[in-house]
Structure formats: C-alpha cells, structure tokens
C-alpha cells in the first residue's frame, strides 16, 4: 500500500519559514509528479506547488518567490520550503503523488502562522 508521509508543519510567525516534508514509500518515486496542496477552514483544496519527475516545477501565483518545491528521488522525499510566511498560507498541508490514473494523497500536516 502506497504511504505519503508528511512533516514539518508547526507554528511560525508571520515572515518566518518552515520545511516541509513528504516521504513516500511503495511507489516508483522517481516516475511521479509531486504536488502539494493546501486547503484552509471553510476553502477548497489548491495546488500550491508541483515538481514533474523530469523536474520541471509550477507554483500557485500566491506563493511564486517565497515557496520552492524540491524533490529527492535517492530519499523518495519531496520537499517545500516555505519563506515569508504570512497569516494566509495557513492550513492543512497535503503531499499528492500523481501519475495517469495514480493519484495517492498523505494525511497532511497544519501550517499555523500567527504572532
């Protein structure tokens, strides 16, 4: 059975960073496109960041120059950093694997950023 787990989440304060981490396991890691989602109280789940398996990576306009995703195929680990947070990009985290019909999804983890 595929598992994403995710980690790294916590509470930060507005500007501050946080990394996040999704280690996968039972799938041909280096295949899959990478993704994380977000999705905050009362909102839809979004794509914040992806990173194909060939590396190429795409961002949600609200988060270009402050997260950058990054992946680790010898770890089977993809990675979000996330710099100058603020009180918005709080929520619940999700790590996505996909590949054609493959579409797996972690438990997720809460980012809270607040003073």
């Known amino acids: 059975q595929v598992q994403l787990v995710e980690s790294g989440g916590g509470l930060v304060q507005p500007g501050g960073s946080l990394r996040l981490s999704c280690a996968a396991s039972?799938?041909?890691?280096?295949?899959?496109?990478m993704n994380w989602y977000r999705q905050a109280p009362g909102q839809q789940r979004e794509l914040v960041a992806g990173i194909t398996s060939g590396g190429r990576t795409n961002y949600a306009d609200s988060v270009k120059g402050r997260f950058a995703i990054s992946r680790d195929n010898a770890k089977n680990t993809v990675y979000l950093q996330m710099n100058s947070l603020k009180p918005e990009d709080a929520a619940v985290y999700y790590c996505?694997?996909?590949?054609?019909?493959?579409?797996?999804w972690g438990q997720g983890t809460q980012v809270t950023v607040s003073s």
């Open positions: 039972r799938i041909i890691f280096s295949i899959y496109t």
């Open positions: 996505n694997a996909q590949r054609a019909r493959n579409d797996y």
